[in-house]
């Protein structure tokens, strides 16, 4: 306990979440969640389906209204009410599931769009930075291509790209592999990696545990709108504290148990002709 | 067929397709005008004047082009509101066209994804912002085979402004009809217009709707 108020001295953390309580209708999604983000951190959030990880998300840029608690970024109020909503939300990317790039804008101007509309920077100045990020990600080539034209991973890539450009200080992924195939998923989160390389602060709700794995900082451990973890990645998977944690850490390693068992039943099997 | 007679009338029923043209066009234009109106109140849920609008574009859509007309040319002096029927066919045909926008511009933000919206939220825009760069360009893109149908219809309800005296097309058949009697001639030359402006409209319509599907959209 003294030394988490000595850490919180020397950092004042960036994101703050007091008591969050979100309701739809009677249905209690979330229940008082308290957070606290420090800049440069990467927490990864995971939970069964249904836990309301993502809806935790969407509160954080008042995306959903919520019913009680508070959000602060850097000692700002963050709800629907907030005058500044449009300034703070500019402070906070978001990269979504479904991607959610503008049909009806190629792959620049999807990027350029809030930077130049919102923010009135200068076209050529960001183009010039969304080229080079695009480039980065290979993707410089499809900088006049139309989202349509782009495979899943790529139009991914691009609305990470989209987000970074508005320099935000925190970013939040929701399940941002979840609608790929098997074959991009890497390709997206590698961009994700690099990014937690340079210090970037993110939250992240994911089902790639092995990924979860590697990029974070601290794991949170969302069950039925309410906290039941949080620590360092090893020390969550390696040993969870709570029996639904345990429970839910199973269902991912539950098919690898299998085949490994299948390939020594199989093996015990072949050999013992040769034995016999 | 007498050919003489329709050289004879040709000016006539140019000078009523110029008409007919002039007050359709400035009628669509306000129409448009109303409906994107309707639309922003609708979609910025306007405590009050969403009500108004909805009433509205029930009224409008629910009562016949010729008694709006009637209202406005004969009810209007009434209260001590001069008019002229040039500008009550283009106010009885924006009363009309308006409540048909607002429905065609409604019915296509609401088919534009609602997490659209948020996608450009989470940017930083605005919601005024959202609309403009991000919904309404896709609702239009959507709603544009309805937008042209409403145009075409709009441009065809213009015959009933000859009930208010305006000597547009339908007005200058009648009126031949009734002088001279010609009727297959006068009516020949009625459709022959209509087509002449209306089929261009529809052409055009059709290339604008292909060259939207195939631009950026869907997914």
Request: net charge neutral; hydrophobic share 45%; proline share 4%.
């Amino acid at each position: 306990m003294e030394k988490r108020t000595a850490e919180a001295n020397i950092m004042e953390p960036i994101l703050t979440v007091n008591s969050l309580t979100k309701r739809f209708g009677d249905l209690t999604v979330l229940d008082g969640i308290n957070l606290k983000v420090r800049e440069g951190e990467v927490i990864v959030i995971v939970g069964p389906s249904g836990c309301g990880k993502s809806t935790f998300l969407r509160c954080l840029n008042a995306l959903e209204d919520i019913q009680g608690g508070e959000i602060r970024l850097r000692g700002e109020t963050i709800s629907r009410d907030s005058k500044d909503l449009t300034k703070l939300r500019q402070k906070i990317g978001m990269v979504f599931q479904s991607y959610e790039l503008f049909p009806h804008l190629n792959v620049l101007d999807n990027i350029l769009l809030a930077p130049t509309k919102v923010q009135k920077r200068d076209r050529e100045e960001v183009k010039k930075e969304a080229m080079a990020l695009l480039a980065r990600i290979g993707l410089e080539s499809k900088a006049e291509s139309f989202p349509r034209q782009l495979s899943g991973g790529q139009k991914q890539r691009v609305a990470i790209i989209r987000a970074l450009c508005m320099h935000p200080e925190v970013m939040l992924f929701d399940e941002v592999t979840a609608a790929l195939d098997p074959e991009m998923v890497r390709e997206v989160l590698d961009v994700i990696l690099e990014l937690a390389n340079q210090g970037r602060t993110m939250l992240i709700v994911t089902h790639e545990m092995q990924f979860a794995r590697a990029i974070a900082d601290r794991v949170v451990f969302i069950n039925e709108g309410r906290i039941w973890e949080e620590g360092k990645p090893d020390r969550f998977f390696d040993d969870p504290k709570t029996e639904r944690a345990k429970q839910f850490l199973q269902t991912f390693t539950f098919e690898r148990k299998r085949a490994e068992e299948g390939t020594s039943r199989l093996a015990s099997e072949s050999c013992a002709p040769d034995a016999g | 067929m007498n050919l003489e007679f329709i050289h004879q009338y040709l000016p006539l029923y140019q000078e009523a397709a110029i008409l007919t043209v002039q007050i359709g066009v400035l009628g669509i234009l306000a129409s448009i005008l109303i409906g994107i109106l309707c639309t922003m109140i609708h979609y910025f849920r306007v405590p009050v004047a969403r009500q108004i609008a909805a009433a509205y574009v029930e009224i409008s859509r629910n009562t016949p082009l010729l008694i709006q007309l009637f209202f406005i040319y004969y009810g209007l002096p009434k209260i001590g509101i001069r008019t002229n029927p040039y500008a009550c066919g283009v106010a009885g045909l924006a009363f009309l066209g308006g409540s048909y926008m607002a429905e065609t511009f409604r019915s296509g933000i609401d088919a534009v994804d609602k997490i659209q919206t948020e996608s450009a939220a989470s940017l930083g825009l605005s919601g005024l912002q959202a609309l403009r760069y991000v919904i309404f360009p896709q609702a239009l893109s959507i709603s544009f085979p309805a937008f042209m149908a409403n145009v075409i219809f709009l441009l065809k309800e213009t015959s009933v402004f000859s009930a208010i005296s305006l000597m547009d097309l339908m007005f200058t058949a009648k009126d031949l009809i009734g002088l001279y009697y010609q009727t297959t001639e006068s009516l020949f030359l009625l459709v022959i217009f209509y087509l002449l402006i209306l089929l261009p409209v529809s052409i055009v319509g059709s290339l604008i709707e292909r060259r939207l599907r195939y631009a950026g959209f869907g997914s």
